[in-house]
């Protein structure tokens, strides 16, 4: 079985377990009142009924991580992992909703943010039940909509931490708990980096190694190190293999990134669902954008300053600034970086694993697929 018909075969059954406990919280908010009903019908929206749902490789790799020690989960054991999987969804929504608000996005992967459904929805109501409050009408429900989209990322958060709580104590569960909040430390802090310390620094003085940390911490680990991280911790693995997994997870949630950093600027917009403008327009500091910052002369760096983070760049600069990149041969500079990182960890993986083992196939087959990708 390759590694898609693992990951679909995987998904389709955690999903049902997903969408049983986003319908009891749903039933439960609706005893509550119709407001937070919605609220969490939204969140159901943007994890399961979106076209471009997650493929769910967080909450598989903590069970292929689990498969990757030798042993294979019993009944009580694979209930945990989903349920770890379900927290480890419910706080990547959490962090998506609320990433969505810092970069004023108002579509992902194609389809309308929380923010977005919220503008439209308040907007509407607003017009059809509150007529005193038609003045700046637009302002208002913008405003509504945003209390509203950071109240779902607090949903999301809320019930990631409810699930991973009420996960009955022992040894491992415990230890599992603490990556499980190390990683969450880790996201956050990453991402006010991303947005206020590497994200405003200057190319001029900005370290490559610090640009790295910051992708490490805000995407990498909790995509791809922890949840096999916490796979292994639950299947209580040894030292050494939790050792392998701390540095190749770290080097393959890299390649994550820096091969997300690249579709992002490159890629089909009708696949990817955003706009190729949109990390040049927000000035996002990616090791792609460093490295061709570094081969400028004087003139040509401040040409680039003025571009990055200009919200009215044009397509035609854009479609230039991207041909000189390439021509530049920094995109090659990066995946040729993403190849050796992953011949890294698979080197590390395969000293520690064996290498036949599901679980270990499936590290590997979808590491390949990282680089591959195009959406």
Known sequence: MNFKEQLINFKTNFDNQLSIFLHSKIQQA?????????????????ILEVKSAGKR????????????????PNKEEMETIIQVGIALELFHTFALIHDDIIDESLTRRGSPTVQSFYQGYFKQDLLDNHPSLHNNLEDRANHFALGATILAGDFAYMLSQEVIGKLPSSPAVDKMKNLFYEMQFELISGQLDDCY???????????????????????????????????????TASDSQMASFNIAGEKIGLV?????????LFGDENKTGKPSKADIAEGKRTL???????????????????????????????EELKEKMVKSGVVDVIKNRCKKENAEALEILNSSFDSENDGIQFIRDMSAYLIARDS
Do not use: C, W
């Open 57 to 72: 490789i967080r909450p598989a790799l903590t069970y292929f991580g689990f498969l990757s020690t030798g042993k294979v």
């Open 197 to 235: 310390g590497v994200g405003m620094a200057d190319f001029e003085t900005l370290d490559p190694t610090d640009i790295e940390h910051m992708l490490i911490l805000k995407s990498g680990n909790y995509s791809i190190q922890k949840p096999l991280l916490l796979g292994a911790t639950l299947a």
């Open 256 to 264: 994550y990134q820096l091969t997300d950093d690249i579709i992002s």
């Open 30 to 46: 609706a005893h509550i009142n119709p407001t937070a009903e919605r609220n969490l019908k939204e969140i159901y929206r943007v």
């Open 288 to 318: 792609m954008m460093s490295t061709y910052y570094n081969q400028l002369n004087d003139r040509e760096r401040m040409l680039l300053r003025e571009q990055l983070g200009n919200a009215n760049i044009s397509n035609s600069e854009i």
